[in-house]
């Protein structure tokens, strides 16, 4: 059983940053993968970035390279999505999720856990 409770979310200007934090209860955090997803609207669920137990690995799709970064500190039972280099484009509801998985997955359906999602919106 995973609670996900995610923050940090706000208005930006373009070009700016933000640091997500999805904050996680549950004794076997270590052992879920990790992952952000966005959903924008009038726009499907987009899978944004995922992150395996020990914070080795990770994915993020071509639109946020270079410019967003998924970890997490298991010890803190946190994952984090820091994004610099804000775009309108950008502008989502980001949710946090749980997949009970030891490779990274992507899809949407893999992950049993959600978040409640925190609104990003960056202006131009």
């Known amino acids: 059983q995973v609670q996900l409770v995610e923050s940090g979310g706000g208005l930006v200007q373009a070009g700016g940053s933000l640091r997500l934090s999805c904050a996680a209860s549950?004794?076997?955090?270590?052992?879920?993968?990790m992952g952000w997803f966005r959903q924008a609207p009038g726009k499907e669920r987009e899978f944004v970035a995922a992150?395996?137990?020990?914070?080795?690995?990770?994915y993020d799709v071509d639109s946020v390279k270079g410019r967003f970064t998924i970890s997490r500190d298991n010890a803190k039972n946190t994952v984090y999505l820091q994004m610099t280099s804000l775009k309108p484009e950008d502008t989502a509801v980001y949710y946090c999720a749980a997949a009970r998985a030891v490779v990274l997955v992507t899809t949407a359906g893999r992950y049993g856990y959600w978040g409640q999602g925190t609104q990003v919106t960056v202006s131009s």
């Open positions: 549950g004794r076997t955090f270590s052992s879920y993968v």
């Open positions: 992150v395996t137990w020990s914070g080795a690995s990770t």
